[in-house]
């Protein structure tokens, strides 16, 4: 599955010297808009950051640490809805083992409106050729 | 139900003005913390804010913005394990209207051994008591 | 001097166990709206929280830890300008000692015009009576 | 000069769609650890992220938005002191422009001790070597 990368910080330890659980939304929101936007397979939305979470489940497999540089992201669609998306989302450290499973479901925005929007054709079109079978 | 309130921070609002998804997490981790010492109507434990986060569920069911002062979280012990505790979390906004409805997992953690710990027979019967019917 | 009170959170410690030195910005801007709306003595600006900070000089004195509950922050009208603020201003812990010696200066910003703005008359009015003499 | 580049995350935005000024603390921290390890021409010390920051002068030149993906930052060292370093930091985005001008003294710090410590000699030569002539 191809992945997204994204570095770690220094800030993002905390007091244990794991990446706080918070953070881990972060990281996945940050890899997301680039996958959304088209990297690493993703359908390459139009306005790939501007959506809104609606729903997170998540396990923490493992603690990240410094040690892990950075986190490898991948994406798997599970159901595309009229304004929404469902997404499986892994989450990997340095050395490849899993540290959280997660599914999101986010929502198109739409900042002039403050609301959600729907996927217009070209866009349906490439997130459904995505949905695991 | 008693409930724990969370100030909110300017710096807790994202570019779409409001409050970032993932500071959802911290802000229950705070409100969580205080719960387990014994606030409004909390265990108290001995050791209330070391605990890791194993698992979060959570539906953001309305936004927070600043108009909101503050969030109100309020717990309800759902199960309880050896060394883990299974909460139903409910987020209010200032003006009473639900936010965000969780479900967590958290297991207690030793900072020495780095690793869980179980509960002592006073938290045990302290957090059963608790138990939701 | 009145000072506004932020309490802390736990994500505000850092590895070392430390308030993260890059919070305490956080924080000083959290209090400085509060401030310049009109608590601890301020002047009461007609939109407190809309400002930039143009420069900040921060001396680290002591540490903030998890005893600290929060932190209690004083401000010092140094100068005024004709669209910014010079401010003087102190951080203690719950202690009373000082952890923080800062100055920062702020400059009134317009949200629709992405601009500075001035201090209407009434505002700076209300500004001037507090530089220290 | 070199320069270390550190990615920009879209959490970093505030409310005005600009890098928040506390999080420059963060870019510059990470940049920091990096550099001192060696990167972009560092010192290479033994322990580059354990340190304490003692002092901050920060000029905010011009806003970090999304368009910058990162900030490239340069360092040059103004001061070598027993245990301390005064670093003299530039900030620029993606286009080159300058957004900030920085002036910061760090502190060797020792994490068993809980104390500031001071060069080796090694470490000490070779800082003393990029101090600006």
Same sequence: chains 1, 2, 3, 4.
Avoid at 45 to 63: G, H, N, Q
Avoid at 94 to 115: F, M, N
Wanted: no cysteine.
């Amino acid at each position: 599955m191809d992945e997204v990368f994204e570095p770690l910080r220094w800030r993002d330890l905390d007091y244990f010297g794991h990446v706080y659980h918070g953070e881990y939304l972060t990281l996945l929101d940050e890899a997301r808009g680039s996958w959304l936007g088209g990297a690493a397979g993703g359908p390459g939305l139009r306005d790939p950051e501007t959506y809104v979470v609606a729903r997170v489940e998540i396990d923490f497999v493992s603690s990240l640490t410094r040690e892990d540089r950075g986190v490898h992201i991948g994406f798997v669609v599970e159901r595309v809805g009229r304004t929404s998306l469902t997404l499986r989302e892994t989450m990997r450290g340095g050395d490849g083992r899993e540290v959280a499973r997660v599914r999101s479901v986010i929502v198109l925005w739409d900042r002039v409106a403050a609301g959600s929007r729907p996927f217009d054709d070209d866009e349906r079109a490439r997130v459904e050729a995505l949905v695991a079978s």
